[in-house]
């Protein structure tokens, strides 16, 4: 089926630095999503992004955080700067309309 | 906040039987999503419903919007099938954003 790739499949920083996290979505697809699990918790909705603009956000998208999809590249995360809480696994999806998701394999993040 | 309630949280089969997994949703559901997370972690599209049923091979997925509920049908279990199952779903007025369930654990014995 459609794959999506995340780079890089782990990341480990110092609380306060910045990261960006990459997702490579399936080619054709127009809709982009990223949710975050903390460990031994539910996968929980971060946000999704349309047409160069984010249309819904949860509550766990944190000012700290922003998403870009800069000419057709990588749709990215990026978290400036880290906190301890934003340890867990991010995970990238990706949609040709708002219908079936597919998912990537996820960005284990550590903040030390 | 809506909740999307998954049962049982694990399950154990023996070959060739079969069993159903399920989900209820507190809210109205535009569509659902169920998954098996394989052993690297990753998610396996299993089916997408906005109603009714729809069967692949041994898998059958039933999706009642009004109802608030979703099933997954496994028949004829082989070994291969073991692994985290989760449904996911989108309430009407959200726009793309899945709710996930808790997962069920699912054991295939020889």
């Known amino acids: 089926g459609p794959k999506v790739l995340q780079i890089p499949s782990h990341q480990i920083i110092d609380m306060g630095q910045m990261v960006t996290l990459n997702c490579d979505p399936v080619?054709?697809?127009?809709?982009f999503y990223w949710y975050k699990q903390i460990l031994g918790q539910q996968m929980e909705f971060l946000v999704n992004f349309y047409n160069g603009k984010v249309m819904e956000k949860s509550k766990l998208f944190k000012d700290q955080f922003s998403v870009e999809r800069p000419d057709g590249s990588y749709f990215t995360l990026k978290i400036q700067p880290t906190a301890l809480e934003d340890s867990a696994v991010y995970f990238c999806a990706s949609s040709f309309d708002r219908e079936e998701q597919y998912f990537g394999p996820g960005t284990r993040l550590t903040v030390l | 906040g809506d909740q999307v309630e998954q049962s049982p949280s694990a399950l154990s089969l023996h070959e060739g039987t079969g069993s159903a997994l399920r989900c209820n949703f507190t809210t109205t559901m535009r569509a659902v999503q169920w998954f098996r997370k394989n052993s690297r972690g990753s998610l396996i599209n299993l089916f997408y419903l906005a109603s009714g049923t729809k069967e692949n091979g041994r898998l059958k997925s039933a999706f009642d919007s009004k109802e608030r509920y979703s099933t997954l049908h496994i028949r004829d279990a082989q070994l291969e099938d073991s692994g985290t199952y989760f449904c996911a779903a989108e309430a009407f007025y959200n726009q793309g954003k899945l709710i996930f369930g808790q997962g069920t654990k699912l054991s295939i014995k020889p």
């Open positions: 080619s054709n697809h127009l809709y």
